[in-house]
T-cell receptor, first 111, second 114 residues
Framework: GDSVTQMEGPVTLSEEAFLTINCTYTATGYPSLFWYVQYPGEGLQLLLK?????DKGSNKGFEATYRKETTSFHLEKGSVQVSDSAVYFC??????????FGTGTSLTVIP | KAGVTQTPRYLIKTRGQQVTLSCSPISGHRSVSWYQQTPGQGLQFLFE???????NKGNFPGRFSGRQFSNSRSEMNVSTLELGDSALYLCASRMMGPTNEKLFFGSGTQLSVL
């Protein structure tokens, strides 16, 4: 069945450091891939998405590229800020049906 | 436009009791999904409702049930509560359609079972 595996946290970085959060997936078809972010005390909100192989999703300085050959969708940001501290979830959905989420990666950015 | 609203925000129950959680989706969204979030398991899919019909269901016991009303509002019920049911329960709504894959989440109901 479909599933998402993302790197264990927590991750602690200094401000302006480079961020990578790894995500790999298993799917029977051709899913859309997503990164959602959850700030403290809030629900999840969509950060970026990609719908087909080699697509790059980007938003707020974050990027992720849909790599079919490695079944990966790693999240990157060149220079993190304190305000980026949150929990990040990788997710997939095939044709807009059921969504599968990873376990989440907690990021803390220290000044 | 108002976001997804979940009530109550916090709940404390004891084992064996039952609980009902409520979710009001964004206006115009006819799909409502429920997720259980725990620190070790991340988000686990419970079920999805569309036009008052359950469309998908996750791997949870029958103690977890839900329904959707004609105004798209949804309720989730958990009977015979167990300690392991303590979690944040998230509701998400979306427009339906092949290009409408964006989920809009509420802030959740934090359920503690003592």
């Amino acid at each position: 069945g479909d599933s998402v595996t993302q790197m264990e946290g927590p991750v602690t970085l200094s401000e302006e450091a480079f961020l990578t959060i790894n995500c790999t997936y298993t799917a029977t078809g051709y899913p859309s891939l997503f990164w959602y972010v959850q700030y403290p005390g809030e629900g999840l909100q969509l950060l970026l998405k990609a719908t087909k192989a080699d697509d790059k999703g980007s938003n707020k300085g974050f990027e992720a590229t849909y790599r079919k050959e490695t079944t990966s969708f790693h999240l990157e940001k060149g220079s993190v800020q304190v305000s980026d501290s949150a929990v990040y979830f990788c997710a997939l959905s095939e044709t807009g049906n059921q969504f599968y989420f990873g376990t989440g990666t907690s990021l803390t950015v220290i000044p | 436009k108002a976001g997804v609203t979940q009530t109550p925000r916090y709940l404390i129950k004891t084992r064996g009791q039952q609980v009902t959680l409520s979710c009001s989706p964004i206006s115009g969204h006819r799909s409502v999904s429920w997720y259980q979030q725990t620190p070790g398991q991340g988000l686990q899919f419970l079920f999805e409702y569309f036009s008052e019909t359950q469309r998908n269901k996750g791997n949870f016991p029958g103690r977890f049930s839900g329904r959707q009303f004609s105004n798209s509002r949804s309720e989730m019920n958990v009977s015979t509560l167990e300690l392991g049911d303590s979690a944040l329960y998230l509701c998400a709504s979306r427009m339906m359609g092949p290009t409408n894959e964006k989920l809009f989440f509420g802030s959740g109901t934090q359920l503690s079972v003592l």
